[in-house]
């Protein structure tokens, strides 16, 4: 999500700044569940038991694409385009691989397999939705979810205005972080003003 103070004022940039956390940012625009255990697998070596993970978990039209000769990943979701090889084969993906039963299935995947790889090391993982969340799934008791609420429709069922790119702007993840911590049972205190250095990212590193 786009903010318009930058990066540092995303809500697990707040929660990671309340917890008295510095942020290793890994997060990727238009970023997918798959992207999420990517990105933390890469990072596994440099993580230890003294470090918290925040995963922002996404939707289901997103996903990401290997790109052997720009040695890169391709982030694939509505709205982007996508160039020669891939262009045919995304309008498939879309077509198939976005259902509601697939996507969330994948999700679910990603989110067993980050806290499991995770608590292997002792690293504790904070999971929130920042889109659709898989609530008829039983999620076991070390998936560590501390709101069922999901930002998007959280601030959709709140009345909060959207930006006009259609996002949503600091209140919004200033008042969500604010829920998550409060449901941690943490006093959530945030400055209004000032500047900071820190970004937001689904990584956290003490």
């Not at 290793?24 to 255990?37: H, K, L, Q």
């Not at 385009?81 to 084969?89: H, L, M, S, T």
């Not at 200033?174 to 409060?182: D, N, Q, T, W």
């Amino acid at each position: 999500m786009i903010l318009a103070d930058g990066w540092k004022n995303s809500y697990p940039c707040l929660i990671a700044k309340q917890l008295g956390y510095t942020i290793n940012n890994r997060a990727i625009p238009g970023g997918s569940n798959d992207a999420m255990f990517r990105v933390f697998e890469s990072e596994f070596k440099n993580l230890d038991a003294g470090d918290i993970v925040i995963a922002c978990w996404s939707g289901y039209t997103r996903t990401e694409l290997w790109d052997e000769d720009a040695k890169a990943w391709v982030v694939v979701t509505v709205g982007t385009k996508v160039a020669r090889p891939f262009d045919e084969y995304v309008k498939e993906w879309f077509k198939f691989q976005t259902s509601d039963q697939v996507g969330r299935l994948n999700k679910i995947k990603n989110v067993l397999a980050l806290n499991q790889l995770a608590q292997s090391k002792g690293i504790q993982v904070i999971n929130i939705d920042s889109f659709w969340p898989v609530h008829d799934f039983d999620w076991p008791s070390n998936i560590y979810r501390p709101v069922s609420d999901n930002l998007w429709d959280w601030a959709l069922e709140q009345k909060f205005a959207k930006t006009p790119n259609g996002h949503f702007d600091f209140d919004v993840h200033k008042a969500f972080a604010s829920r998550v911590l409060g449901e941690m049972d943490i006093i959530s205190v945030f400055e209004t003003e000032g500047g900071s250095s820190i970004l937001s990212g689904p990584t956290i590193k003490n």
